[in-house]
């Protein structure tokens, strides 16, 4: 049962980050001239965020705005489940609790990408108006979300190596 729920999670995954990806490339890529888009940045700063916005002119604004609101909803989600699902995996065999909180990580990065786009949507709403704390804020959260992907990603392979070495001491004693 765990090895389905863990590939649903998987296909959700892989499924959400394909849409997100055709999508945004058929959609966004010929309105802003190859840039690519604010949330992939990791610390966008003002000048590169409003260049992006005056390059996409309003159309591009509103392309973006959109496949944040209609498709970027479902990758944060299946990131997040699918990473705090396969350290709750990897962890079961560990009888610290302490590492109970590794689940955290992906989750915090899921909430990030949601305020992180929550941000970019109101900035480019608000264009060519420029709110500087809601900038910073959306920012922070972009800065936190890829922390906490790393985090989680490192996370578990750390957890994989330590399973191997704990399976491979199994099969010696």
């Known amino acids: 049962m765990r090895l389905a729920i863990w590939l649903l999670l998987l296909g959700f995954l892989i499924y959400s980050e394909n849409r997100l990806r055709t999508v945004g490339e058929e959609r966004l890529k ?12 990791i610390g966008i700063s003002r000048e590169s965020l ?11 604004r509103e ?3 959109n496949i944040l609101m209609r498709y970027d909803l479902l990758y944060p989600l299946s990131y997040g489940l ?26 915090i990065g899921m909430l990030s990408d949601f305020v992180e786009n929550a941000g970019f949507i109101l900035l480019a709403y ?3 108006n420029f709110d500087d704390q809601l ?3 959306a920012r922070t959260a972009q800065i936190l979300k890829w922390s906490m992907a ?17 399976l491979t001491n ?3 004693s």
């Open 30 to 41: 010929p309105l802003v001239k190859g840039m690519n888009p604010p949330d992939l940045s």
């Open 50 to 60: 409003i260049n992006f916005y005056e390059t996409a002119g309003r159309e591009g």
């Open 63 to 65: 392309t973006y705005t």
């Open 82 to 107: 699918f990473f705090a699902y396969t350290i709750s995996l990897l962890i079961r065999n560990f009888r610290k609790r302490f590492l109970s909180i590794l689940i955290f990580l992906p989750l």
């Open 126 to 128: 608000e264009y060519p």
């Open 135 to 137: 900038f910073e804020i």
């Open 150 to 166: 790393f985090a989680s990603i490192a996370s578990i392979l750390v957890l994989l190596v330590a399973n191997g070495i704990r």
């Open 170 to 172: 199994r099969t010696k």
